[in-house]
């Protein structure tokens, strides 16, 4: 029973315009991320070059070429705000296709008069979405490997490949909490253009507001590299110093960096403790979801909206 | 046509439809108020009733999507309450104003809906059914583009692929063109005449009542004011000349 609603939840989703839409959104901000990565590397060695050319006419020794010291994902960077931008808004809408239809067209009231169990069902809908995010991910890793081939002129390395597929797999974690949250607002609002506003509000919360209050409101914060903030005894700056673990955007942020190598290299146990609040995340709203499910009334129909 | 009613078993000797001072509530609104009713395999029933009487909170208990506040319902003679998947598995059901999976085809929610039935060969059960309505033409255009007659037919495809033994329908005429409405009709009989289902049916249209159902109770307020079969109610009330008449009747004379 999963796999036949997670079946007829991909091929539903997949027709659908909107979410095509969206999809060619992300591909192309993909492609985007290596065009800027190749710009910036572009106008860095251009520089990079005139200085040499400059030093070595006035007989000084030319440092090395900045570009060469960093990692090569890191022409990818910007993939780590686009993910939290477009990919969450496409997570959100994912979500919110695969449940709205069976509340506000009343299609649920022929699913629940079969034999099917609430959680299966849920679960097969968790499954169907899950599954076209990864195929979703997998298009958008494509394009990254393409453009960082471009761009380095020449394929990226085992490792690199690795670290790219880490840095995707963890977006896959971060995108489902969105598609999560999109699946919830359906079965908490029942209203479709409702839902889609609750959703777009917690979108706005999570991507912006918290992030604000956990760690913007430190200038100190802003100035790059520094990460620790700066011990205060104000204590209202204490308190959103303890939330700022719970920031799920700034978590993924911090674990992109770290899988990308765009900042300082951690470890592995350190990563995984960045990575486990969304983890967290997603298993409390599947839960919630399913919970939702089980005492939902599925028994009103397309007019009752 | 080698179409079939399933044939899983019922409880022994249990009618197809039996409720025991059934009730249920919205809130403090009470909606059903002690439903004792019977009916048998075979019938067509037609539950008739103002807006608003309960005839659909009726048909969403007995089909396991609702659960009642108080008393029992059973169908086949198993409980909706405890025994859901029983119940599911003998009971087919279009609810008024059919909608179904727009970017899929006839065929896929068709088929969808098979699945979720457990049935052993889906897809051949799809093409047995669109060829049992007459709607092969329809199976692989999708859903999203069809008119509120092909959605009905679809519809009722979806709610007898499994070869059920009773079928709920909730207004299956709304929205029908006359054409339509005869079809509709035609296809009920055929079904209650070939398959031997018993059809529980809510509706408005009452010369399609005396048309096709065998039975009739009247809901007023949540209460079953009237049950009977439609000959000894054409006998019980001889001053009338149709139906419609007999039901005004009975409204107006409910407490």
């Keep these: 029973m999963i796999a036949t609603i997670a079946r007829q939840q991909i091929v539903s989703l997949l027709r659908q315009r909107t979410f095509v839409v969206l999809l060619a959104t992300l591909i192309v901000m993909t492609a985007l991320a290596g065009v800027l990565g190749w710009s910036s590397h572009h106008t860095i060695v251009g520089v990079y070059d005139e200085a040499v050319k400059l030093l070595a006419s006035r007989g000084d020794p030319a440092p090395p070429n900045p570009f060469l010291l960093e990692p090569t994902l890191a022409l990818l960077s910007n993939m780590a705000v686009y993910i939290p931008f477009i990919g969450a808004l496409l997570a959100l809408v994912l979500g919110h296709l695969s449940l709205v239809d069976d509340e506000t067209n009343g299609i649920g009231r022929l699913i629940f008069s079969r034999r099917i169990s609430r959680t299966h069902y849920m679960i097969g809908k968790i499954v169907g979405a899950a599954a076209v995010l990864v195929a979703v991910l997998l298009a958008s890793l494509a394009v990254s490997t393409i453009s960082l081939a471009i761009v380095n002129r020449t394929m990226p390395t085992g490792a690199d490949l690795g670290r790219l597929a880490a840095f995707y797999a963890l977006s896959w974690l971060y995108l489902m909490v969105f598609v999560l949250i999109g699946m919830v607002t359906v079965l908490i609002t029942r209203r479709r253009s409702l839902a889609l506003l609750s959703a777009m509000g917690a979108w706005l919360v999570i991507t912006f507001a918290f992030p604000q209050i956990t760690s913007g409101l430190r200038p100190t914060q802003s100035l790059n590299p520094i990460v620790d903030p700066v011990s205060t005894s104000q204590a209202f700056f204490r308190f959103t110093a303890k939330a700022r673990p719970y920031s799920v955007v700034e978590q993924y942020k911090a674990a992109s960096a770290s899988i990308l190598r765009t900042a300082g290299t951690e470890s592995t146990t350190s990563i995984l403790r960045q990575v486990a609040p969304l983890l967290g995340l997603s298993i409390v709203l599947a839960v919630v979801g399913i919970g939702l499910v089980d005492r939902h009334d599925f028994s009103r129909g397309s007019n009752d909206e | ?255």
């Design chain 2, 1 to 255: 046509m080698g179409i079939d009613v399933m044939t899983e078993t019922t409880q022994s000797q249990s009618p197809a439809i039996e409720l025991d001072a059934l009730c249920h509530s919205y809130g403090d609104t009470e909606v059903l108020r002690n439903i004792d009713l019977r009916i048998d395999h075979g019938e067509i029933f037609g539950f008739l009733g103002h807006n608003g009487a309960g005839k659909t909170t009726a048909v969403n208990i007995l089909t396991t999507l609702i659960a009642p506040t108080a008393g029992t319902a059973r169908v086949c003679g198993f409980d909706v309450a405890t025994e859901r998947h029983e119940v599911t598995s003998r009971i087919g059901y279009l609810p008024a104003d059919v909608r179904m999976y727009p970017h899929l085809t006839a065929r896929e929610n068709v088929e969808f809906f098979a699945k979720l039935s457990g049935i052993a060969k889906p897809s051949a059960a799809v093409d047995e059914t669109f060829e049992y309505l007459s709607c092969s033409d329809l199976a692989d255009k999708r859903v999203g583009s069809f008119s509120t007659g092909m959605r009905q037919r679809v519809g009722i495809a979806q709610a007898i692929v499994h070869r059920p033994q009773v079928l709920f329908l909730d207004e299956p005429t709304s929205g029908l063109d006359p054409v339509g409405v005869r079809q509709l009709r035609e296809t009920i009989i055929r079904l209650n005449a070939d398959l031997g289902m018993t059809v529980f049916m809510n509706t408005h249209l009452l010369s399609e009542v005396a048309k096709v159902c065998t039975t009739i109770g009247v809901l007023d307020h949540g209460e079953l004011i009237y049950k009977d079969t439609i000959a000894a109610t054409t006998e019980r009330f001889p001053d009338e000349t149709s139906l419609e008449d007999i039901y005004v009747r009975m409204e107006r004379s409910a407490p």
